[in-house]
């Protein structure tokens, strides 16, 4: 059975860091992109970063560009998500999605999503 599942989120401070973790199970990650979104309350889905299937390319959203880095780990099936200097506005259920090959911006060209992490900024 495909299965991604999301762990790492919490609360923490502004300027604060988390790491997030997107672990594959039934399938291996080599042929996948992975992408990062989240969902605030009230709000649309929106990507926050990509990194394809060979880890060469790699996107980011306007809003976490220089604070956020994403990597993969292919052996590990693994893909992280550091985000750094985070802001009360980077509150949100954070979600991994993959789909073949090359990273889209638009959640529904992704095939299968995990089921959420939680991530609160606040003082």
């Known amino acids: 059975q495909l299965q991604l599942v999301e762990s790492g989120g919490g609360l923490v401070q502004p300027g604060g860091s988390l790491r997030l973790s997107c672990l594959a199970s039934?399938?291996?990650?080599?042929?996948?992109?992975i992408g990062w979104f989240r969902q605030a309350p009230g709000k649309e889905r929106e990507g926050v970063s990509c990194i394809s299937s060979s880890g060469g390319s790699t996107s980011y959203a306007d809003s976490v560009k220089g604070r956020f880095t994403v990597s993969r780990d292919n052996a590990k099936k693994a893909v992280y998500l550091q985000m750094n200097n985070l802001k009360p506005e980077d509150t949100a259920i954070y979600y991994c999605?993959?789909?073949?090959?090359?990273?889209?911006?638009?959640?529904?060209?992704?095939?299968?999503w995990g089921q959420g992490t939680q991530v609160t900024v606040s003082s």
């Open positions: 039934g399938f291996t990650l080599d042929y996948w992109a």
């Open positions: 999605a993959v789909r073949l090959r090359v990273c889209e911006k638009s959640p529904s060209e992704y095939n299968y």
